[in-house]
């Protein structure tokens, strides 16, 4: 599984039962935190999320709505005797923020809390499944949106033909890899014969807070799923502009231009109690569009 | 009117839907904020709680679930377009990390903050209606209660009488403060024909997190409404007192010792999901008690 779960969809601060922004990422019970606004630990007690999965958090830019969960949630895990390293990528004065609170508090976490201050593009985490980076979007102060893709998978094995060919298991790393068999009798079994194709790596893209900024689609070139944030229905595009934020037209202009498969928007505007409009312009642009719905969790897939 | 609304009562976290401390005092309708855990905001949505009315806000102590929801609560006043000044009562080292944030984020409030640290026990704001003074803890960083005092109000007149006597409007402040009124025809109108006397000032002890500490009885004694903080059931005691923090009988035994009138605790451990018990050990060392819960108001009387 690959898929995005939202905890937060609102902008700036809690209204009409949405809460600041937060969402996390799951590829294959793997768990990364994507900004953690205000009430994230609350959001994640009431959709039920495993919070002890989660090694990797990720914080766009230093406005409250989008960090200002973050205290509480760190001083949780360490209440709640968590002993597994944490990783934050986040902008650098972050680090002094959370310094200062855990020493007013008198706080030691149990864990130990590696700080990666986000500085340029590129990548910030590579293992075995996942590659995640960083790049640069358009916001008031600096912010970084993050783009998820998944490794090159291996090729499927067919059971019924390994066991036609009796192709031995320990074979079978290289069969994955593509090689051909030679089997004892001097025969070739291609790779074609007992595998399937692997399916094709996915990725996600999330694009924070920011102006439009058509460099981003070539950052995000392709995208399986693509996040945007649309603050605001496409009538309000000079005040979107003056505050460095999207409108809907804009964010599926985006997915358009990355030639993205599926797009998700939200961090909407307070000013918005209905979001049926959003949905209507988005689709207007780009039709695979939905909204970020809390406790609503998104497919990545093809 | 004179209140108490509990927005959180939880210890340390959220859990079991309850939140960390946050209450608000409602003083004939000018309101003040104690403690700020993470989420205020979305409690005072959910409670409509008319947070513009709130001039003064009082943090006792910065471990987290008692102030992580302050910055964002700041924020939003700002985002709304607060002009009125905000004061801020709380220790020390908060006023850098809330210039930190403001600084990370690129904020300027656009109304005017006044931080007062707490340094030593006494008056933090005397205005014509109430005093509200501060007093030292036993917690394990430094921690303060807060003691709101209404002032002696003056007498009340009786209008049928006033109109009796004919009895100009020009002296009835005078009768309010307790003269006599000297007719024309030489007679004296004693002032308690006219007047009722008027209703005792009332008073609210506000007992943070804290050890068990019978120094804390003295310093809010005779007070109308106590809430302590009772984070255990008594069969806790030593980890309550290995934690600063008190048992249900212990809170009770506080608002014995200072001849307290009624008993709100909270700041329940999140190891308890149902809190009967609390109710029924306080109520064993001091009967008019209640649990502080959530969204209820507990109205100060004699």
Redesign the interface.
Same mark, same amino acid.
Request: glycine fraction near 14%.
């Given at each position: 599984m690959f898929a995005v779960t939202i905890l937060g969809n609102n902008s700036? /601060?809690?209204?009409h039962d949405r809460? !600041?922004t937060a969402q996390v990422v799951n590829l294959q019970e793997q768990l990364f935190l994507i900004d953690c606004g205000?009430?994230t $630990?609350?959001q994640m007690?009431r959709y039920k999320i495993r919070r002890n999965r989660i090694r990797h958090i990720f914080i766009s830019h /230093?406005? =409250?709505?989008h960090y200002?969960?973050l !205290? =509480?949630l760190l001083?949780?895990y360490g209440?709640?005797g968590r002993k597994e390293d944490l990783w934050l990528y986040a902008?650098e004065? /972050?680090k002094? &923020?959370l310094e200062? $609170?855990f020493?007013?508090?008198?706080i030691m976490l149990p864990y130990t809390l590696h700080f990666i201050p986000l500085k340029s593009e590129g990548i910030l985490l590579d293992d075995k499944k996942l590659t995640i980076s960083c790049f640069t979007v358009s916001h008031? &102060?600096p912010c970084w949106g993050f783009l998820f893709k998944e490794k090159e998978k291996s090729l499927k094995l067919n059971p019924q033909k390994l066991q036609e060919y009796a192709i031995p298991a320990s074979f079978y790393p290289r069969l994955k890899a593509g090689e051909d068999y030679s089997a004892k009798d001097g025969n070739i079994i291609k790779n074609e014969w007992v595998t399937q194709p692997a399916a094709a790596p996915l990725s996600y893209a999330y694009c924070a807070d920011t102006a439009y900024d058509e460099a981003i689609a070539a950052k995000i070139k392709g995208v399986d799923l693509v996040y945007h944030e649309a603050t605001y229905l496409a009538d309000h595009e000079e005040k979107a502009f003056s505050r460095a934020h999207s409108t809907t037209r804009q964010a599926a202009n985006i997915a358009l231009l990355a030639q993205a498969k599926r797009l998700l928007i939200g961090h909407f505007s307070s000013k918005y109690e209905v979001l049926d409009d959003f949905l209507t312009e988005a689709k207007g642009v780009f039709e695979n569009a939905d909204l970020a719905l809390e406790g609503a969790t998104y497919l990545v897939h093809r």
């Open positions: 700036a /601060l809690p209204m809460h !600041p205000e009430g $630990q609350i007690n /230093l406005h =409250g709505d200002f969960g !205290p =509480g001083t949780s209440l709640n902008p004065p /972050l002094e &923020i200062l $609170q020493r007013a508090a008198g008031r &102060i």
